[in-house]
């Protein structure tokens, strides 16, 4: 599949020799992921699939956030749906970040401002990551009383390791870029507004490997680190789906909208 026969709402797809640019923008909301964003990176994923001549891909978000999460005034997130179609949407995000972590083709991302909840889990889902310097990642799910879902959890252990993971979920803390290096989150930090220029420089130069050995050993290294993650992770949607009626769960997501 290519790109010449779709026209997306909130996604952009520029194309520059082997290494091609995705961007999503909904122009508001501090882009937060709406239903309709999902399904469109997900089908750029998808088609990339089919794509032998790009061989690495810059994602960003808005100029001013990369992402603030998935937008909960979105309509289409609360549409009274039939119990098959709405397990459906529930795993629609495990399904967009697996997508992106098994293109072929090298991913890096690059956040501007702040990479909230699924904005960090789509992020977690690309090989490399590249944070601005005046920006920051946050995962507050456990204080509105959720977890962390879209199969971030496994992705995030196998990076910064349980201890760390555990201070990240739990404790709800905002983590700057340092401590974001530190920690094994991030591979690049870049000054505020260049993060794109960075992650494109990263990707061209992995754009320039002999290409079929390229895919290959990110094929190998994704199959080694992440053998168990699906097995850990399968039901991250429907735990989601129990903890949002908790009783605590609800007073929380009340207290954090005010």
């Known amino acids: 599949m290519s790109f010449t026969d ?5 996604v952009t797809v520029e194309h520059g020799g082997p290494v091609a640019t995705v961007t999503f923008d909904r122009g508001g909301s501090l882009n937060a992921f709406n239903q309709a964003t999902i399904l ?5 994923a998808r088609r990339f699939q089919d794509d032998l001549a790009t061989q690495a891909v ?40 697996q997508a992106w972590e098994d293109m072929p083709q090298i991913t890096v991302t690059a956040m501007e401002g702040m990479a909230v909840g699924a904005g960090c889990a789509i ?15 946050y995962v507050p799910e456990v204080k509105i009383g959720l977890n962390l879902q879209w199969g971030a959890l496994p992705r995030l252990v196998t990076l910064v ?7 990240i979920t739990l404790l709800c803390e905002k983590m700057g870029p340092d401590m974001a290096l530190d920690w094994g989150l991030i591979d690049k930090i870049a000054d505020p ?17 002999p290409a079929a050995t390229t895919r290959m050993v990110k094929e190998a290294i994704n199959a ?21 009626s908790y009783q605590a769960a609800v007073e929380a997501r009340e207290n954090f909208n005010r």
């Open 58 to 97: 810059v994602l960003s978000g808005a100029p001013n956030a990369f992402s603030a999460g998935i937008d909960l005034r979105d309509p289409a997130t609360w549409e009274e749906l039939d119990d098959v179609a709405l397990r459906d949407r529930f795993y629609r995000g495990v399904r967009l970040c």
């Open 6 to 10: 779709v026209n997306y709402e909130n």
């Open 193 to 209: 507004g260049q993060s794109v220029v960075v992650a494109t420089e990263m990707a061209s130069r992995a754009a320039s490997m």
């Open 40 to 44: 469109e990176l997900t089908d750029v």
């Open 123 to 137: 992020a977690l889902a690309c090989d490399w990551r590249v944070l601005a310097s005046d920006a920051y990642l």
């Open 161 to 167: 390791g349980p201890s760390k993971a555990k201070q």
């Open 224 to 244: 080694t680190a992440n053998a168990l993650h699906r097995a850990t992770s399968f039901a991250d949607a429907d735990q989601s789906a129990l903890t949002r």
